[in-house]
């Protein structure tokens, strides 16, 4: 937690505890200020005196909830604010996070991080900034007063604090690890739910309601169960609190009033005695809770500060190069392997291609081939492990990551879509478009009809992730929104394959005049979708297993006759 003192606001924190020590100093009054009043105001009768110190006894009492007050404002605001800095810098720092860092941290624990674990910060830190400061306070205040007053009743503390540490202890012990595995079964709970909404197609089409239903229900019993169990045992505390402070009475009056009969004290003293031994016990209790949620709160800061500490494995050169030669557009491989993260086989090799300016070059090959991987590389969303590509002659490394992905269309193979209108996705790329533009890039992909025919045109909602339509349509908008960019290069990943044969070559043909100052890169599984590319590519196992024309494979690649005889019948093509 200590770490994240460079996140706050050091003015902030001054105001909270500054306020928190006001309202501590009324607090500690009240007590004298009541024993005071019992004995030279009730005791003797006099009634000035009595108004007096009522008078002084509301303006303590304004002056204790106006500092409680400014100390939860300022609190609040600064734990919020701790909040909104976490989760600002985390989104930007994933929102810059290469591919090799998403697939390390994984899409779910990073939600998780930037909103569950960022909240109990946020509860932590709130709790440290009012109880932290005010109980040690309350505790040594208190407990001078009460010293100062009486001394000799002082010896209660010696009984009755330990007593009600020892049973804070008790219950802590047992309910932590309760609370512990609470946390662990939230994220199956949210798990099985999330699973269950994503999966609710398949769950239906395989008709699995009933077992996800049980599924469901087992693991929010599980929940429940530990929850109350936790809980039943934390209810404990209040009577213990309770407890104690009712001992702690009986003590102070029982020994008390001896003194009392003697002369040795004063009713009053008595009085503001118990009220010091109640604020000490409270604060007791205060401070055992922030220790027992403290770590929960340490836990949690790790994990954020775990994303902020990451260093991205893709970062621009300090002496970047320019794509000056913008005119003549090529794109080369030289040699290229490249290995994931932890994986023991690499997933490229040697892959050795140039492409200029008005070609088309296709990819194609298997399940797994390495395709996509390939696709990735060129908008340097992972490194190369060997070797070098090169964009207008300049090695991709070089140049400053916007510059570079400025040139490049990408369409990928998951057509994602974003909430909003079309026209919005569409601009995604190039803002400044016109719907001139946007028309006639839905145009050549084979998506102007469907557009047109929705009622409100460009203006008609997107759903989350384009629920709203179909994959077809789905990927003619996800290619429409590459054309709009009017790249120099384009990379249509997979982008074709929930097209039907038609559309799928009345695109390709509208993309030819669209497309004659760009170097487009098509990756297919389909024979069919490559068959006129400039130049094709067979990849195996991330290997090139076969270079050139569908002419030339046809007659001399076996592997890529083997996936044309299990696609379509030779004398067909
Ligand atoms: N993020 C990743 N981490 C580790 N290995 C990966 C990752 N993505 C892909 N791979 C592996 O790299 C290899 C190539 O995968 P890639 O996605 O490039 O294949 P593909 O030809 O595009 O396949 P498909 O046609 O099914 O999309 C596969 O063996 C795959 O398991």
Same mark, same amino acid.
Request: proline share 3%.
């Given at each position: 937690?200590?770490?994240?003192?460079?996140?706050?606001?050091?003015?902030?924190?001054?105001?909270?505890?500054?306020?928190?020590?006001?309202?501590?100093?009324?607090?500690?009054?009240?007590?004298?200020?009541?024993?005071?009043?019992?004995?030279?105001?009730?005791?003797?009768?006099?009634?000035?005196?009595?108004?007096?110190?009522?008078?002084?006894?509301?303006?303590?009492?304004?002056?204790?909830?106006?500092?409680?007050?400014? #100390?939860?404002?300022?609190?609040?605001?600064?734990?919020?604010?701790?909040?909104?800095?976490?989760?600002?810098?985390?989104?930007?720092?994933?929102?810059?996070?290469?591919?090799?860092?998403?697939?390390?941290?994984?899409?779910?624990?990073?939600?998780?991080?930037?909103?569950?674990?960022?909240?109990?910060?946020? =509860?932590?830190?709130?709790?440290?900034?009012?109880?932290?400061?005010?109980?040690?306070?309350?505790?040594?205040?208190?407990?001078?007063?009460?010293?100062?007053?009486?001394?000799?009743?002082?010896?209660?503390?010696?009984?009755?604090?330990?007593?009600?540490?020892?049973?804070?202890?008790?219950?802590?012990?047992?309910?932590?690890?309760?609370?512990?595995?609470?946390?662990?079964?939230?994220?199956?709970?949210?798990?099985?739910?999330?699973?269950?909404?994503?999966?609710?197609?398949?769950?239906?089409? =395989?008709?699995?309601?009933?077992?996800?239903?049980?599924?469901?229900?087992?693991?929010?019993?599980?929940?429940?169960?530990?929850?109350?169990?936790?809980?039943?045992?934390?209810?404990?505390?209040?009577?213990?609190?309770?407890?104690?402070?009712?001992?702690?009475?009986?003590?102070?009056?029982?020994?008390?009033?001896?003194?009392?009969?003697?002369?040795?004290?004063?009713?009053?003293?008595?009085?503001?005695?118990?009220?010091?031994?109640?604020?000490?016990?409270?604060?007791?209790?205060?401070?055992?809770?922030?220790?027992?949620?403290?770590?929960?709160?340490?836990?949690?800061?790790?994990?954020?500060?775990?994303?902020?500490? @990451?260093?991205?494995?893709?970062? $621009?050169?300090?002496?970047?190069?320019?794509?000056?030669? @913008?005119? #003549?557009?090529?794109?080369?491989?030289?040699?290229?392997?490249?290995?994931?993260?932890?994986?023991?086989?690499?997933?490229?090799?040697?892959?050795?291609?140039?492409?200029?300016?008005?070609?088309?070059?296709?990819?194609?090959?298997?399940?797994?081939?390495?395709?996509?991987?390939?696709?990735?590389?060129?908008?340097?969303?992972?490194?190369?492990?060997?070797?070098?590509?090169?964009?207008?002659?300049?090695?991709?490394? $070089?140049?400053?990551?916007?510059?570079?992905?400025?040139?490049?269309?990408?369409?990928?193979?998951?057509?994602?879509?974003?909430?909003? @209108?079309?026209?919005?996705?569409?601009?995604?790329?190039?803002?400044?478009?016109?719907?001139? /533009?946007?028309?006639?890039?839905?145009?050549?992909?084979?998506?102007?009809?469907?557009?047109?025919?929705?009622?409100?045109?460009?203006?008609?909602?997107?759903?989350?992730?384009?629920? #709203?339509?179909?994959?077809?349509?789905?990927?003619?908008?996800?290619?429409?929104?590459?054309?709009?960019?009017?790249?120099?290069?384009?990379?249509?990943?997979?982008?074709?394959?929930?097209? $039907?044969?038609?559309?799928?070559?009345?695109?390709?043909?509208?993309?030819?005049?669209?497309?004659? $100052? *760009? *170097?487009?890169?098509?990756?297919?599984?389909?024979?069919?979708?490559?068959?006129?590319?400039?130049?094709?590519?067979?990849?195996?196992?991330?290997?090139?297993?076969?270079?050139?024309?569908?002419?030339?494979?046809?007659?001399? #690649?076996?592997?890529?006759?083997?996936?044309?005889?299990?696609?379509?019948?030779? /004398?067909?093509?």
């Amino acid at each position: 937690m200590t770490r994240l003192a460079k996140f706050m606001n050091p003015w902030r924190v001054f105001l909270t505890v500054l306020f928190m020590a006001v309202q501590v100093a009324g607090m500690l009054a009240m007590p004298t200020l009541t024993a005071n009043i019992i004995d030279f105001g009730v005791a003797e009768g006099n009634v000035d005196y009595i108004i007096r110190t009522g008078f002084y006894m509301l303006g303590f009492t304004l002056l204790t909830i106006l500092s409680a007050l400014l #100390n939860v404002y300022f609190a609040a605001k600064e734990s919020q604010g701790l909040g909104n800095t976490l989760r600002k810098k985390i989104y930007r720092m994933v929102i810059f996070f290469t591919n090799d860092e998403l697939d390390k941290f994984g899409t779910s624990t990073l939600i998780t991080r930037s909103t569950n674990d960022i909240m109990q910060i946020q =509860f932590v830190m709130m709790m440290v900034l009012r109880i932290m400061t005010l109980s040690p306070l309350l505790i040594i205040g208190a407990g001078t007063m009460a010293y100062t007053r009486e001394p000799q009743l002082a010896f209660v503390f010696i009984i009755t604090i330990p007593v009600l540490a020892a049973l804070i202890w008790f219950i802590l012990h047992f309910s932590g690890p309760l609370f512990k595995s609470m946390q662990k079964k939230t994220d199956r709970l949210n798990r099985v739910f999330r699973e269950g909404l994503t999966g609710i197609r398949v769950i239906r089409a =395989f008709n699995k309601d009933e077992y996800e239903r049980e599924r469901f229900d087992e693991a929010n019993w599980d929940f429940a169960q530990t929850s109350i169990k936790a809980n039943t045992v934390m209810a404990f505390m209040m009577p213990s609190m309770v407890l104690a402070v009712s001992v702690t009475n009986i003590l102070i009056i029982w020994f008390g009033s001896q003194l009392v009969s003697t002369g040795d004290m004063q009713v009053g003293n008595m009085v503001a005695f118990m009220t010091y031994a109640m604020q000490i016990l409270i604060g007791v209790m205060n401070v055992s809770m922030v220790l027992f949620f403290l770590p929960r709160g340490q836990v949690s800061a790790e994990r954020v500060l775990e994303v902020l500490d @990451t260093q991205n494995t893709i970062e $621009d050169p300090e002496q970047a190069k320019h794509l000056k030669d @913008t005119s #003549n557009v090529s794109l080369r491989f030289d040699n290229v392997s490249f290995r994931y993260h932890g994986a023991e086989k690499s997933a490229l090799e040697n892959i050795d291609f140039t492409l200029n300016k008005g070609e088309r070059l296709a990819i194609i090959g298997g399940t797994g081939s390495g395709k996509t991987t390939l696709a990735n590389l060129i908008p340097r969303l992972y490194d190369v492990e060997r070797g070098q590509i090169k964009v207008n002659g300049v090695d991709v490394r $070089d140049v400053e990551q916007g510059e570079l992905r400025r040139l490049i269309g990408f369409a990928p193979q998951k057509a994602l879509l974003f909430s909003g @209108t079309i026209r919005e996705n569409m601009k995604y790329g190039k803002p400044e478009a016109t719907d001139e /533009e946007i028309w006639h890039a839905l145009e050549v992909a084979q998506g102007k009809d469907f557009v047109s025919g929705l009622p409100k045109g460009l203006d008609s909602r997107v759903e989350q992730g384009g629920g #709203n339509f179909s994959g077809g349509q789905r990927q003619r908008l996800s290619i429409a929104r590459a054309l709009v960019t009017k790249a120099d290069i384009l990379v249509f990943d997979d982008s074709f394959s929930a097209l $039907d044969f038609k559309t799928d070559a009345r695109l390709r043909e509208a993309l030819k005049p669209d497309t004659q $100052d *760009a *170097a487009v890169v098509i990756i297919a599984q389909r024979i069919s979708t490559v068959i006129d590319a400039d130049q094709i590519i067979v990849l195996d196992q991330g290997t090139i297993v076969g270079q050139g024309t569908h002419e030339e494979l046809k007659t001399n #690649n076996p592997i890529y006759q083997e996936i044309m005889e299990s696609q379509l019948k030779g /004398e067909d093509i």
